[in-house]
């Protein structure tokens, strides 16, 4: 009879166990995006953002090494969206930092920052990137020192065209 209750025990624990990790799982797997993806409305329409961003990564000594027209691309192929550009930004101070050393290189595929600038069909214009911030802690040491200080610079950037 004892025997008999301790496998109870164990397989209630194990059971318990279980569902916990699984209802852990699904939360996390429901909430992941919504962190790891920022996105704020922009107080100006799709033009003005796009002019105010490009201004503002300049005053802050970034680059915008390059941009796609995601509008103007697609239109080519028989689609046809909403205004989108997607920049990619850059400063030589941090790239510099992580790319001088072998064992950091491997966040390269991060880099350039990406940040989007879109219109939705409620008519307002969108600023999105990746949560940089948060994307940083895990690698931990000088990827995570560079890239919280480049990601806190992108914010304030960002910070001066959204609401």
Sequence with gaps: MKQILKKKSVLGVFSGFLIGASLTIVVLFQAVPSVMIL???SRYGFEETTKAFQKEVESAGWSVVGYQNMQDVLKGHGHDVLEI????LCSAKYSALILAEDNERIVSPLMPCRVSIYKKSDGNTYITRLNSLLMAKPFGGLINQVMQEAGSQVE????????
């Design 85 to 88: 550009k997607i920049y990619e």
């Design 156 to 163: 304030d950037i960002i910070s001066k065209i959204i609401k």
């Design 39 to 41: 996105e704020d409305q």
